[in-house]
């Protein structure tokens, strides 16, 4: 697994950094809606207007979310390779990782303007699978990110490793409790790949190397920072023995950070995923062990990289693995380390 050297001192520049299930119901109103977007995104296809590029190739970005920090950053690698490849893009994401009907809709309108290639975070493959087929037809090249699609439509998929990078997170989190002791997860989505992923890996790795661990079910937040909260106060009342609690993505693990402080608890050790500045600083003032970070800004410079190479009938690798570290108070300030978090 990568991971970068650690450093046994920290920069004086930390106080600085401080300052600065689809459900069955859910799923017929999804699939609805997903049904009238695409009759009304198919009534103005058969127009002659052109993509919204400008003349410049167009490359449409329909992401999980938006607002936080990772996010965010995906966003500037994607408008930083645009401006060398002198691309034009737009990028949208629901207001949280939950809302599906939202994103199909954001994609059903990108197909509209006729992109030149379409780049997805499905937070649900069943959801988007009509406008995957509606772009094959259009002969619209999509780029899945962060989130694989269980679909073939796709032409590359630019995202972390996630179950190796969960795996890595185990690791370390069996590390802090000395491999023993209860274990909860808290992770933002069971249909979305990232989830998924993350979730497999980090459990598939303890039940393989740490029999002293007891891992509890599986807790689903969406990805939202309150519930994410309200879920891990629920765990540790529910389990005053619990030892450590895992969060799959930025939202889950700031919201664990939230749940423990808010439990008055000082003694449950914490792993997290993404590099968000709340992270950050919960780290450096020891409120959480460690996390994963990935390297959004690679991920949004390989989305548009594919895109015009696949708009240029390149042939493209099945997989772009954009690559993680795991970062804690010894290696934080190390440049590698600073170089991918989420600023």
Same mark, same amino acid.
């Given at each position: 697994m990568t991971q970068p050297g650690r450093t046994p001192t920290r920069s004086t520049t930390r106080s600085t950094r401080r300052a600065t299930r689809l459900r069955p119901r859910r799923a017929a109103v999804v699939l609805t809606a997903a049904v009238m977007a695409l009759a009304a995104t198919a009534c103005s296809s058969g127009g002659q207007q052109s993509g919204a590029g400008g003349g410049k190739p167009y490359i449409a970005i329909v992401s999980k979310g938006f607002q936080q920090q990772v996010w965010?950053?995906? &966003? &500037?690698?994607?408008?930083k390779e645009a401006r060398k490849q002198n691309a034009t893009i737009s990028f949208e994401g629901p207001?949280?990782?939950s809302d599906v009907e939202a994103q199909v809709n954001m994609l059903a309108n990108s197909l509209g303007k006729k992109p030149d290639a379409i780049g997805l975070a499905a937070l649900d493959s069943r959801a988007v699978e009509p406008y995957l087929k509606k772009a094959q037809r259009h002969r619209t090249p999509v780029i899945a990110f962060d989130s694989g699609v269980d679909s073939d439509i796709p032409l590359t998929t630019a995202a972390t490793d996630n179950k190796a990078a969960a795996a890595e997170a185990a690791q370390h989190m069996a590390h802090e409790l000395g491999g023993k002791g209860k274990v909860a997860l808290v992770v933002h989505s069971q249909t979305a790949a990232s989830g998924t992923d993350r979730r497999d890996g980090f459990t598939e790795w303890m039940k393989a190397h740490a029999p002293g661990i007891d891992l509890l079910p599986v807790q689903y937040g969406g990805g939202d920072q309150t519930k994410s909260a309200d879920i891990t106060k629920a765990i540790i009342a529910s389990n005053p023995d619990v030892k450590g609690i895992y969060g799959a993505n930025e939202g889950s693990a700031m919201g664990v950070i939230q749940g423990v402080k808010e439990s008055g608890r000082t003694d449950i050790r914490t792993v997290g995923f993404d590099s968000g500045q709340g992270q950050i600083n919960a780290?450096?003032?020891?409120?959480?062990?460690g996390a994963i970070t990935q390297n959004p800004v690679a991920i949004g410079e390989q989305v548009v990289r594919a895109a015009i190479k696949s708009i240029n009938g390149r042939k493209l690798p099945k997989v772009i693995n954009t690559g993680h570290y795991w970062y804690d108070r010894r290696n934080i300030d190390d440049a590698k380390i600073q170089a991918v978090l989420y600023h």
């Open positions: 965010q950053t995906v &966003k &500037k690698g994607a408008e207001a949280t990782e780290i450096d003032e020891g409120r959480m062990a």
